[in-house]
């Protein structure tokens, strides 16, 4: 994701279209913690949750599907 997600920059209510992963999406802080909600095209969700679960494992980052 090219943002810069700092605090500083990018906080809670905000929001924003963005790429990750090669697939456009809106993201939308929702909590100062950060806990994010994206929201992506239908046919490209599959694709990207895989990705963002393999990012994650390196950094023990959780996805978690709501």
Same mark, same amino acid.
């Given at each position: 994701?090219?943002?810069?997600? +700092? /605090?500083?920059?990018?906080?809670?209510?905000?929001?924003?279209?963005? &790429?990750?992963? !090669? @697939? $456009? %999406?809106?993201? +939308? $802080? @929702?909590?100062? !913690? /950060?806990? =994010?909600? %994206?929201?992506? +095209?239908?046919?490209?969700?599959? =694709?990207?949750?895989?990705?963002? @679960?393999?990012?994650?494992?390196?950094?023990?980052? $959780? @996805? &978690?599907?709501?």
């Amino acid at each position: 994701c090219p943002l810069d997600l +700092h /605090p500083r920059a990018f906080g809670a209510g905000r929001s924003t279209r963005t &790429v990750v992963g !090669k @697939v $456009q %999406i809106i993201l +939308h $802080q @929702v909590l100062e !913690k /950060p806990d =994010y909600d %994206i929201y992506v +095209h239908r046919s490209l969700a599959e =694709y990207l949750w895989g990705w963002l @679960v393999d990012a994650g494992l390196e950094y023990e980052i $959780q @996805v &978690v599907r709501d």
